[in-house]
């Protein structure tokens, strides 16, 4: 079964900072992965998505993943932190059917000043 | 482009009670999907459609029905609501599957709260 364990809750880091959020799969067939970002009170919005064209992703918002297939993971990453990142940001990756999305439960980042 | 809409925004209901959440997209999308969040739970699948006059059951369908008699619409119903389906629900809609890399699009919510 495709499944995406999202490590950490919540995690904190300053402005400025590097923003690691840990995503790894499970999958028995080549996954297809998204990171999507929640804002309060907000939709889901698409972040970036791995398709198995390339292993380096970039997204919107200066965010990038990297697919390693090894370590089974797909992390979130942003070189400097901003206090506009503060949101929930989930991992998902298509599920059994090839129709749907299985999420992660979730990461909640916060932006310390 | 208004993209994924839900209506409506916020919604008490009676144990009991019945509603009918509506979902529209102008997309042009075949896929189209039902959604529930609860803290620390991420999102779990109520109900999908692969086109018009389809649905399929997701991984909690259990006190839900669903309806596409339009291609823009996909409705979400509750017969008999229960506190337990107290809830955050989300609509979103896809081109094609995500299982061939297409990514869904998400309306903004409805918080329904039964009391």
């Known amino acids: 079964a495709q499944s995406v364990t999202q490590l950490g809750s919540h995690v904190s880091v300053s402005e400025g900072a590097l923003v690691l959020l840990r995503c790894n799969y499970s999958s028995s067939v080549p996954p297809y992965l998204f990171w999507y970002v929640q804002y309060p009170n907000q939709g889901l919005q698409l972040l970036l998505k791995y398709t198995s064209a390339a292993t380096l992703v970039k997204g919107i918002n200066g965010f990038e993943a990297e697919f390693k297939k090894s370590e089974t993971s797909f992390h979130l990453t942003k070189p400097s932190a901003h206090m506009s990142d503060a949101a929930e940001y989930f991992c998902a990756v298509s599920d059994n059917s090839g129709y749907a999305l299985n999420f992660g439960k979730g990461t909640s980042l916060l932006v310390t000043p | 482009n208004a993209g994924v809409t839900q209506t409506p925004k916020f919604r008490v209901l009676k144990t009991g009670q019945s509603m009918t959440l509506l979902c529209a997209q102008d997309m042009n999308h075949e896929y189209m999907y039902w959604y529930r969040q609860d803290p620390g739970m991420g999102l779990r699948l109520i109900h999908y459609?692969?086109?018009?006059?389809?649905?399929a059951k997701g991984e909690v369908p259990d006190g839900y029905n669903v309806s596409r008699l339009k291609k823009q619409n996909f409705l979400l119903g509750l017969e008999s609501a229960a506190p337990s389906q107290t809830s955050v629900y989300f609509c979103?809609?896809?081109?094609?599957?995500?299982?061939?890399?297409?990514?869904?699009?998400f309306g903004p919510g409805t918080r329904l709260t039964v009391t």
């Open positions: 979103a809609s896809s081109y094609g599957a995500t299982g061939t890399g297409f990514e869904q699009y």
């Open positions: 459609s692969v086109g018009e006059g389809t649905t």
